[in-house]
């Protein structure tokens, strides 16, 4: 689509960016087969300008469906394979000496880009994981008393395997929490299986993909998702939930609670409503608090953990109705 205004959009205008939206989800759904809601809820995270974790066994589909993001956003992509003997000046770029000018020039990292999709996460040693700090949560790099501002959107995805794999090492909670929401994808069933053995679908249909809209479109849509309407009882509502997962020993910081929101947010935005339900935050919570665990036990199994917030939802009543 043109790039549009992001001053007071038109209700048109809105329509249309919501469109687009949802004309590449489809897009995409028709690449990874069979992972209808998790491909809503990744496009989900890229509108409520957040990072993405995706944690699963190698081979089912979690590249692809990171590469297929990239492509629905458009603007600039870099991968990075993680490895253990990646260094931060691999991610962030280093100063290099130039002869011509006497002077040191910046040399730009893969960091420096619209997309960025760190496959492999938790194989890259933490050292280097911890120069993607500053990064995920301020959008620039700083370096050698000087900061470089990332591009505008700027959205990060990360793949990691499980944990008992030979040769990765556990994320830090710091760098969780500056996940917004995690995914676990799952074999796919018979059917979809089928359609990507016939290369109908899967990894060789990533051609067939492109930017649902350009880098201005994104950015209103990320805009209109922000002013979605969030009144003072869906916040009483959070408040609560937030307080019950942290009596329970569960680690919420208060940068997960505004991801929570965010993530609410744009999908109440996806379903062409102005303001968030108490759907849109259930619906939402296992995934943005499943990975950040228990303060008793960070490696708390993903799947245990969502059935600990499932029970905690029923237990804190909602008060409130649309």
Same mark, same amino acid.
């Given at each position: 689509?043109?790039?549009? !205004?992001?001053? !007071? ?14 004309? #590449? ?23 409520? #300008? ?9 081979? =089912?589909? *979690? %590249? %692809? ?10 603007? @600039? ?15 962030? #770029?280093? $100063? ?6 006497? %002077? ?22 933490? *050292? %280097?994981?911890? @120069? ?16 470089? /501002? ?5 959205? =990060? ?12 090492? /556990?994320?830090?909670? @710091? ?8 995914? $676990? ?40 998702? $922000? ?29 997960? +609670?505004? $991801? ?10 996806? !379903? ?37 917030? +499932? ?9 409130? *109705?649309?």
């Amino acid at each position: 689509m043109s790039a549009m !205004s992001a001053e !007071s959009p038109s209700a048109a205008a809105v329509q249309a960016v919501r469109e687009c939206v949802h004309a #590449g989800l489809k897009a995409l759904c028709r690449v990874v087969v069979g992972k209808d809601q998790a491909v809503r809820r990744s496009v989900a995270v890229m509108l409520a #300008g957040g990072h993405l974790l995706i944690e699963d066994l190698p081979g =089912v589909g *979690k %590249t %692809t469906l990171a590469k297929g993001l990239s492509r629905l956003m458009g603007g @600039s992509y870099q991968r990075v394979q993680g490895t253990n003997d990646l260094l931060p000046s691999d991610l962030l #770029g280093v $100063h290099l000496w130039d002869a011509a000018s006497q %002077t040191f020039r910046f040399q730009h990292g893969p960091v420096f880009a619209n997309v960025v999709l760190l496959d492999e996460l938790n194989r890259i040693g933490p *050292k %280097t994981q911890s @120069s993607l700090m500053e990064v995920m949560v301020e959008g620039q790099v700083s370096l050698d008393r000087a900061t470089y /501002p990332l591009p505008d959107p700027f959205f =990060v995805i990360a793949t990691q395997n499980p944990m008992d794999h030979s040769g990765t090492f /556990p994320l830090p909670e @710091s760098q969780i929490d500056r996940f917004a929401c995690v995914l $676990h994808l799952g074999y796919p069933d018979a059917d979809a299986e089928r359609l990507v053995f016939r290369g109908e679908a899967g990894a060789e249909r990533l051609d067939t993909l492109g930017p649902a809209m350009d880098l201005i479109g994104w950015r209103l849509a990320r805009g209109l998702v $922000h002013a979605v309407l969030l009144a003072d009882p869906a916040m009483d509502y959070v408040e609560r939930v937030v307080a019950r997962i942290r009596k329970d020993k569960g680690f919420c910081s208060t940068r997960a +609670a505004g $991801h929570w929101l965010a993530l609410a947010k744009a999908e109440a935005w996806l !379903s062409a409503r102005d303001f968030v339900t108490p759907d849109d935050l259930q619906t939402t919570l296992g995934d943005v608090m499943a990975h950040r665990g228990t303060m008793d036990d960070r490696r708390l199994n993903r799947d245990d953990r969502r059935e600990q917030l +499932a029970r905690l939802l029923s237990e804190v009543p909602v008060g409130w *109705k649309p």
